[in-house]
């Protein structure tokens, strides 16, 4: 092994796999059971046995009790664990994949006769942040000390671009693995690869499809041959062999017809009372073809979102990368093709789709230097170099120290793998130890360099490290953040401090202030909303100060996020000139309960059926195509068939909430479409109203940006900028007095209800005096008695209170 990382591991829903870097080939290390994919399942046997990969996916029908599958789904969520009934033993998603990295790990120690402790570790674009960490702590726990993450579309593009020709191009990844979908644009220039846009569903997969033909052909088959089975549904714990049996024959079968037309389904199943019953289905491809196409709408749709964002359209894309096992389907390869129904771009898949996510992780692995620290011969020297072992530059430039510093050293670098070998000739190290220099490297190999030191008199001394590699190879520049981060804020507002795409890592820092008094708590959202309850919470920054803070106090907070989209945050308090740090807890989601999801879902089933009786009073056109997304994406049906499940199925918990937000937000898409030409109404009266009531010098800047979020057809944002313009009006008639002065009058009509007539007497008094005098401050004094005296305290005055707000 050299001084890089070189092990790249897909982690994935379904399968896994590690390949290893050798040169500028990557080579896909097989099991013991001489395969390149490990399946991602866990069996643990009554006497605590663990086994792992094809032993526990084969034990899955006969032993579903004791066999966990398809936990990926779950990296991320508190509360979930899988318990294996026969030994007692729990294990959370985490630790199950832990299980599978450390089966992966042993693979490659037999294959290289090392051990291992570091490997890029693949996580699909749309994970969230809690997902990334829960793999990250994954990593740890299987021994991976260093474990940087990799997005599976970047990948994905690596293994194709790594030694390509392209000088510009610009690529698609359709990443469909078995329980999520990545759409990623990628560019690549000068030897530079870029994720320009991603988008993707972290609950969209070939896992679905396996679900939707077991619910809607093989459980309706099985119920027709055998009425003893009746009740039979996915939902139901006195079934969950049962179904378990027909998701596992579904899956099996989907797979063989991506090669023949028909595939026999036959599966004996037990009625839970001592009766089995044999199944017999014949599924044909136009079966499966029927269930996959909701699924393929949406990730077309993601597609064409993807492009879209960036102002760019398929004729702009060179190719189409297929990645994931679901790819392999022709149908699938069919759809993607059409020009009209899918993307009508040419499509690559010259590479396995089920391997060449490990290929790209190792290639990347091979841009990662070992953290290790170089040791000093006791006659000799150690060096620190500064440098990347990848690059697209046939000319890298090296950088370094060497420990201890002497007068009169110099370094020569030695490049033997050319004809005749390159050096660089000897370079001067400074006093202090440093140098850089120039190498020279071929393209389509790895290329070495010795590392010659020689002191003052030209005698060679020993280094280490002795010698270096560099490959010239495409080379992935700043990843992007796939969510945006921020913190939401009262009102349901979200204040987002690093905007989805900027390049990592990032770092962050904005002031605050506290709502109420003592403990400290604030909300860290990821997500694109401007709602805050329509992004996800991954955590929230929460610590006691131990001392009061008013309500008001000011509070600095800053967020960090690295290269593998794990996040730090910290606060500082100025009052308390304290810096509280490593403060964000992102281990408080749990899945949704299953009454809580019924709840939720009723709630958005009324809603549409609302916004499509309005769209048929209204007739708008954009609205019937928002309107008509939900129905090709069968999104109520998704939600209904999840939440029903969620009944027994953590797995179907977690995806249907996100489902429902899926749902929640493509409503809101609706409305706001339906709300937008009163909203703009709306709008344009405030601004107009705002010149009347206040004016003032600023005022010029809110009306910009209600204008800009106009442009944009942003409705919440739009919403967000008139009550940042209300907000201002009554600063400015506050400021002028005009503002207290009508609320002065609002009280005085409200006398009857005060408590204490007589004291409300003598400061209405006073308050006729501040109005005579235009003491206003005064008079702000007097209404805030006035208002203490009322049983329910209004509020002061809107200035708009005469506009007829939207919603």
């Given at each position: 092994?050299?001084?890089?990382?070189?092990?790249?591991?897909?982690?994935?829903?379904?399968?896994?796999?590690?390949?290893?870097?050798?040169?500028?080939?990557?080579?896909?290390?097989?099991?013991?059971?001489?395969?390149?994919?490990?399946?991602?399942?866990?069996?643990?046997?009554?006497?605590?046995?663990?086994?792992?990969?094809?032993?526990?996916?084969?034990?899955?029908?006969?032993?579903?009790?004791?066999?966990?599958?398809?936990?990926?789904?779950?990296?991320?969520?508190?509360?979930?664990?899988?318990?294996?009934?026969?030994?007692?033993?729990e294990m959370s998603a985490e630790e199950l994949s832990a299980e599978v990295l450390k089966s992966l790990r042993?693979?490659?120690?037999?294959?290289?006769?090392?051990?291992?402790?570091?490997?890029?570790?693949?996580?699909?674009?749309?994970?969230?942040?809690?997902?990334?960490?829960?793999?990250?702590?994954?990593?740890?726990?299987?021994?991976?000390?260093?474990?940087?993450?990799?997005?599976?579309?970047?990948?994905?593009?690596?293994?194709?671009?790594?030694?390509?020709?392209?000088?510009?191009?610009?690529?698609?990844?359709?990443?469909?693995?078995?329980?999520?979908?990545?759409?990623?644009?990628?560019?690549?220039?000068?030897?530079?690869?870029?994720?320009?846009?991603?988008?993707?569903?972290?609950?969209?997969?070939?896992?679905?499809?396996?679900?939707?033909?077991?619910?809607?052909?093989?459980?309706?088959?099985?119920?027709?041959?055998?009425?003893?089975?009746?009740?039979?549904?996915?939902?139901?714990?006195?079934?969950?062999?049962?179904?378990?049996?027909?998701?596992?024959?579904?899956?099996?079968?989907?797979?063989?017809?991506?090669?023949?037309?028909?595939?026999?389904?036959?599966?004996?199943?037990?009625?839970?009372?001592?009766?089995?019953?044999?199944?017999?289905?014949?599924?044909?491809?136009?079966?499966?073809?029927?269930?996959?196409?909701?699924?393929?709408?949406?990730?077309?749709?993601?597609?064409?979102?993807?492009?879209?964002?960036?102002?760019?359209?398929?004729?702009?894309?060179?190719?189409?990368?297929?990645?994931?096992?679901?790819?392999?389907?022709?149908?699938?390869?069919?759809?993607?093709?059409?020009?009209?129904?899918?993307?009508?771009?040419?499509?690559?898949?010259?590479?396995?789709?089920?391997?060449?996510?490990?290929?790209?992780?190792?290639?990347?692995?091979?841009?990662?230097?070992?953290?290790?620290?170089?040791?000093?011969?006791?006659?000799?020297?150690?060096?620190?170099?500064?440098?990347?072992?990848?690059?697209?530059?046939?000319?890298?430039?090296?950088?370094?120290?060497?420990?201890?510093?002497?007068?009169?050293?110099?370094?020569?670098?030695?490049?033997?793998?050319?004809?005749?070998?390159?050096?660089?000739?000897?370079?001067?190290?400074?006093?202090?130890?440093?140098?850089?220099?120039?190498?020279?490297?071929?393209?389509?190999?790895?290329?070495?360099?010795?590392?010659?030191?020689?002191?003052?008199?030209?005698?060679?001394?020993?280094?280490?490290?002795?010698?270096?590699?560099?490959?010239?190879?495409?080379?992935?520049?700043?990843?992007?953040?796939?969510?945006?981060?921020?913190?939401?804020?009262?009102?349901?507002?979200?204040?987002?401090?690093?905007?989805?795409?900027?390049?990592?890592?990032?770092?962050?820092?904005?002031?605050?202030?506290?709502?109420?008094?003592?403990?400290?708590?604030?909300?860290?959202?990821?997500?694109?909303?401007?709602?805050?309850d329509r992004n996800r919470r991954i955590g929230r920054l929460e610590f006691d100060t131990g001392r009061a803070?008013?309500?008001?106090?000011?509070?600095?907070?800053?967020?960090?996020?690295?290269?593998?989209?794990?996040?730090?945050?910290?606060?500082?308090?100025?009052?308390?000139?304290?810096?509280?740090?490593?403060?964000?807890?992102?281990?408080?989601?749990?899945?949704?309960?299953?009454?809580?999801?019924?709840?939720?879902?009723?709630?958005?089933?009324?809603?549409?059926?609302?916004?499509?009786?309005?769209?048929?009073?209204?007739?708008?056109?954009?609205?019937?195509?928002?309107?008509?997304?939900?129905?090709?994406?069968?999104?109520?049906?998704?939600?209904?068939?999840?939440?029903?499940?969620?009944?027994?199925?953590?797995?179907?918990?977690?995806?249907?909430?996100?489902?429902?937000?899926?749902?929640?937000?493509?409503?809101?898409?609706?409305?706001?479409?339906?709300?937008?030409?009163?909203?703009?109404?709306?709008?344009?009266?405030?601004?107009?109203?705002?010149?009347?009531?206040?004016?003032?010098?600023?005022?010029?800047?809110?009306?910009?940006?209600?204008?800009?979020?106009?442009?944009?057809?942003?409705?919440?944002?739009?919403?967000?900028?008139?009550?940042?313009?209300?907000?201002?009006?009554?600063?400015?008639?506050?400021?002028?007095?005009?503002?207290?002065?009508?609320?002065?009058?609002?009280?005085?009509?409200?006398?009857?209800?005060?408590?204490?007539?007589?004291?409300?007497?003598?400061?209405?008094?006073?308050?006729?005096?501040?109005?005579?005098?235009?003491?206003?401050?005064?008079?702000?004094?007097?209404?805030?008695?006035?208002?203490?005296?009322?049983?329910?305290?209004?509020?002061?005055?809107?200035?708009?209170?005469?506009?007829?707000?939207?919603?």
């Open positions: 092994m050299s001084g890089t990382v070189d092990v790249g591991i897909d982690l994935g829903t379904t399968n896994s796999a590690v390949a290893l870097l050798r040169g500028v080939d990557t080579e896909v290390l097989k099991n013991n059971d001489g395969d390149e994919t490990t399946p991602s399942a866990v069996w643990v046997d009554r006497r605590e046995r663990l086994y792992v990969g094809r032993a526990a996916r084969d034990r899955a029908e006969a032993d579903p009790d004791n066999t966990c599958m398809e936990f990926k789904l779950r990296m991320g969520t508190a509360g979930v664990a899988k318990r294996f009934a026969a030994s007692g033993r042993a693979d490659v120690r037999q294959r290289i006769g090392s051990e291992i402790g570091a490997a890029v570790v693949t996580v699909p674009a749309a994970f969230d942040i809690h997902s990334c960490d829960a793999t990250r702590r994954a990593a740890e726990l299987a021994g991976l000390t260093f474990s940087p993450l990799l997005q599976e579309p970047t990948a994905a593009a690596l293994a194709y671009g790594f030694q390509a020709s392209e000088e510009n191009a610009l690529w698609l990844v359709y990443d469909l693995g078995g329980g999520t979908f990545d759409a990623a644009v990628i560019q690549l220039r000068d030897g530079e690869f870029s994720v320009v846009n991603d988008r993707g569903d972290n609950f969209l997969g070939g896992k679905l499809i396996d679900w939707k033909i077991v619910e809607e052909l093989l459980i309706p088959e099985a119920v027709r041959q055998a009425p003893a089975l009746a009740g039979l549904r996915r939902g139901d714990p006195r079934w969950f062999a049962a179904v378990n049996k027909l998701k596992l024959a579904a899956e099996t079968a989907k797979i063989r017809l991506s090669r023949v037309d028909t595939a026999d389904i036959l599966v004996e199943l037990d009625d839970g009372a001592g009766g089995r019953f044999e199944i017999d289905f014949e599924l044909g491809r136009a079966d499966v073809e029927r269930m996959a196409e909701p699924l393929l709408v949406r990730s077309i749709n993601l597609c064409h979102k993807a492009l879209r964002e960036r102002s760019l359209t398929p004729a702009d894309i060179e190719k189409v990368i297929l990645v994931g096992g679901p790819t392999l389907t022709p149908y699938l390869r069919e759809r993607l093709a059409d020009p009209v129904h899918g993307l009508g771009i040419p499509l690559d898949h010259s590479q396995d789709p089920m391997t060449v996510v490990a290929r790209g992780a190792a290639v990347f692995a091979g841009t990662q230097r070992l953290p290790a620290t170089p040791v000093v011969a006791a006659d000799g020297f150690a060096v620190r170099f500064e440098y990347q072992p990848v690059g697209p530059d046939t000319e890298p430039l090296v950088a370094g120290r060497i420990s201890p510093a002497s007068p009169g050293l110099s370094v020569e670098f030695v490049n033997a793998g050319t004809r005749p070998p390159w050096r660089s000739g000897r370079i001067s190290v400074s006093d202090a130890g440093l140098f850089a220099s120039s190498l020279w490297a071929e393209p389509g190999r790895l290329n070495t360099f010795a590392v010659e030191l020689t002191d003052a008199t030209g005698s060679r001394r020993e280094v280490d490290p002795d010698h270096i590699t560099y490959t010239v190879g495409a080379v992935e520049t700043e990843p992007p953040l796939t969510h945006s981060i921020g913190v939401g804020l009262d009102g349901n507002e979200a204040m987002w401090l690093l905007e989805r795409g900027t390049g990592l890592p990032a770092r962050r820092s904005v002031t605050l202030r506290t709502t109420v008094d003592g403990l400290i708590r604030i909300p860290v959202l990821e997500g694109e909303y401007h709602r805050a803070l008013p309500s008001g106090s000011e509070v600095v907070f800053t967020i960090e996020i690295d290269a593998s989209r794990l996040i730090r945050a910290s606060a500082y308090v100025p009052m308390l000139d304290e810096e509280f740090q490593d403060t964000l807890n992102l281990r408080t989601e749990v899945a949704p309960s299953q009454p809580a999801l019924v709840r939720a879902f009723d709630v958005e089933r009324s809603r549409l059926a609302e916004v499509r009786e309005r769209q048929r009073v209204l007739g708008n056109p954009v609205a019937e195509v928002l309107i008509g997304r939900i129905d090709s994406e069968r999104m109520l049906h998704d939600v209904d068939t999840l939440v029903s499940a969620a009944k027994s199925d953590p797995d179907a918990a977690t995806a249907a909430e996100r489902r429902l937000l899926d749902l929640r937000v493509a409503i809101d898409d609706a409305e706001d479409e339906l709300a937008w030409p009163s909203l703009v109404n709306e709008a344009r009266g405030m601004i107009a109203e705002a010149r009347d009531l206040a004016g003032g010098p600023d005022l010029p800047l809110y009306e910009t940006a209600i204008n800009d979020a106009i442009e944009a057809r942003e409705a919440d944002l739009l919403r967000q900028r008139m009550e940042e313009l209300r907000l201002h009006v009554m600063r400015e008639l506050d400021r002028s007095g005009v503002l207290q002065l009508h609320f002065f009058h609002a009280l005085r009509e409200m006398r009857g209800e005060m408590r204490n007539g007589v004291h409300a007497d003598r400061l209405i008094a006073e308050g006729d005096r501040a109005v005579e005098a235009g003491e206003f401050t005064r008079l702000r004094g007097v209404n805030m008695q006035l208002r203490d005296l009322l049983p329910e305290p209004p509020l002061p005055p809107d200035p708009f209170s005469t506009v007829d707000r939207a919603r």
